[in-house]
C-alpha cells in the first residue's frame, strides 16, 4: 500500500513564509481577517488557513491575496514569502500561531 505524498520541505518552507507575510502584512496594515477576505475576493475561512499554513493557493488565489494585500500580483507574494521564509529558517523567530 502506498503513501500519500508528503509534501516537500521547501513548500512547507513556502508555507510558512505565505502564513507570516500574509498575517504580518494583515494585522500591519489594521485589517481584519474578514477585511483582507473581502478585498481579496476569498473567504474568511480560507485567509485564516493561509495565515495557520494549511491552505496551499493556487496561483488564482495568490493573485487574489497579493491584490488583498496591496501587493502587484500573486509572483510578488510568492517572492516575498520565500524570503520570509528564508529569515525565518535563519533566526529564531517564528511565525504566529
Do not use: N, Y
Amino acid at each position: 500500500m502506498m503513501r500519500p505524498a508528503q509534501p516537500s520541505a521547501d513548500a512547507a518552507r513556502l508555507r510558512t513564509g505565505l502564513a507570516a507575510l500574509t498575517h504580518l502584512t494583515r494585522a500591519g496594515a489594521g485589517l481584519s481577517t474578514a477585511e483582507l477576505a473581502r478585498r481579496a475576493d476569498l473567504s474568511a475561512d480560507f485567509v485564516d488557513a493561509v495565515e495557520a499554513g494549511s491552505a496551499d493557493p493556487d496561483p488564482r488565489q495568490l493573485d487574489q491575496l497579493a491584490r488583498g494585500l496591496g501587493l502587484a500580483d500573486g509572483d510578488e507574494l510568492r517572492a516575498s514569502a520565500a524570503d520570509t521564509a528564508r529569515r525565518i529558517a535563519d533566526s529564531t523567530v517564528r511565525p504566529p500561531a
